[in-house]
């Protein structure tokens, strides 16, 4: 009864803000505190349920936002003759100088190993270059004002979302192979690493996805407002209920979204739900509580971590996928740790690390948050200097000073949540 009241405290909240301020701020809340509660799932099955530490989210979620622009977006016409088949060709010589580097050192012994290797290295690398930087200078030549990139494969955009997971699985096996089996820490320097080299990649490989220009119209999977208040009978029904045309179009549009987000919320949580309570969940706590006693066991620990750390990664893809679908635009400048780290470790551990309904519900309560607390700040700060001169020094600071109230007051929120509920709102049973 308590999990319930507190899930319907969340659903109150958003429905108070409804009712006295706006039902499209109200749905927006949702929607996104929806897409948070599954980056919150992702990241608590790698701490939850293994205790990996995966500071690098961000990353994870820029992976998972490129899939909508490489899946449903049209191609650019003349890209791909231009210098798309030649960057396909740097990206397989690339790839082969690397495993046959690999192979080398595998085979080879001695001096002839390094030599070998360094050779295979230096000259892939000069080769990879002079294949693509032309192919990139000619693709990005192409209307570059509104394109200068390859474009997508103009498939539905429903199809991005799991192609997003796919995207950030493959990022986690590389990092999981690398850093996985070595000391915990050796794992959160490595995700925070790549997480940082993934988004400065999109922000500058204009080719890829217009770097810092932004990818705009994104196909959705849902009508656009504007057909909606060109449809007579949707005119019409929005009249019988009083409702005028673009408020109706933009709330119902926001309604379709949600259903989509809740759809998938609940398919993620029955899955993890079954997961956490099978055998295999039992052992992975078991490898997080003592490691040493379950490799004593015959347990492969580094593979189930490898298993774990990619799972957990997919959902936070998958996510990131939903986020761009969601906004019909891709803005690599937006992607920030602060954002898409930090504030997500806020959510699983308010919430209550170990426990997937604990993570639903501190996704969704640190986001209504996040959204509320900065028009409160500004409100509180009017209030606090309503009696103050104009022009005060004081007044001026006080005022610039709320737009950290944001910070501040998830700062409070986490200290309070592990002074007095060190185990989260909803903890692990």
Not at 175 to 183: N, V
Not at 249 to 276: D, H, N, P, R
Not at 308 to 320: E, K, P, Q, R
Request: aromatic fraction near 8%.
């Amino acid at each position: 009864m308590r999990n319930i009241a507190l899930f319907a405290a969340v659903g109150l909240l958003v429905a108070v803000e409804g009712f006295t301020g706006s039902w499209n701020t109200a749905l927006g809340i949702l929607n996104m505190g929806l897409i948070s509660a599954i980056l919150a799932l992702g990241v608590n099955m790698q701490w939850g349920y293994a205790g990996l530490f995966n500071v690098g989210v961000v990353g994870f979620v820029a992976l998972g936002g490129l899939a909508p622009v490489l899946i449903s977006t049209p191609p650019v016409e003349g890209a791909m003759a231009a210098g798309g088949w030649r960057i396909l060709l740097a990206m397989i010589v690339g790839i082969a100088s690397i495993g046959l580097a690999i192979a080398i050192n595998r085979r080879a012994a001695g001096r002839l190993r390094v030599l070998g290797i360094l050779a295979v290295l230096i000259g892939g690398f000069f080769v990879y270059r002079a294949i693509f930087d032309p192919a990139v200078a000619a693709v990005e030549a192409i209307n570059p004002a509104r394109e200068g990139n390859l474009g997508g494969l103009g498939l539905p955009v429903l199809l991005a979302w799991p192609v997003g997971g796919l995207f950030a699985a493959a990022a986690a096996w590389v990092i999981g192979k690398t850093a996985l089996g070595l000391r915990s820490d050796y794992l959160a320097i490595a995700t925070l690493g790549i997480g940082e080299i993934i988004i400065a990649v999109m922000k500058n490989e204009d080719w890829l996805a217009r770097g810092v220009k932004n990818v705009v119209n994104i196909p959705r999977p849902v009508p656009y407002e504007v057909e909606l208040q060109a449809d007579p009978g949707f005119v019409e029904r929005a009249a019988g209920f009083g409702i005028d045309p673009v408020t109706a179009s933009t709330v119902f549009v926001k309604l379709l979204y949600a259903g989509l987000f809740l759809a998938v919320l609940l398919a993620l949580i029955w899955l993890s739900e079954k997961a956490l309570n099978s055998p295999w969940g039992r052992m992975m706590r078991a490898i997080r509580d003592n490691e040493v006693a379950a490799e004593a066991m015959g347990k492969n620990v580094t593979a189930r971590h490898l298993q774990i750390f990619i799972l957990g990664s997919a959902v936070c893809g998958m996510a990131g996928a939903m986020i761009v679908t969601l906004d019909s635009q891709l803005t690599p400048g937006t992607y920030n740790p602060l954002r898409f780290t930090f504030l997500i470790w806020v959510m699983v551990i308010v919430g209550g690390s170990g426990n997937n309904w604990g993570a639903v519900l501190g996704g969704m309560l640190i986001w209504y948050l996040w959204i509320k607390v900065e028009p409160w700040g500004n409100a509180l700060m009017d209030l606090v200097t309503s009696g103050m001169a104009d022009g005060s020094a004081l007044k001026a600071h006080l005022q610039a000073s709320a737009a950290h109230m944001r910070l501040m007051t998830m700062g409070i929120v986490l200290l309070l949540v592990l002074r007095f509920a060190p185990r989260g709102l909803i903890p692990e049973k």
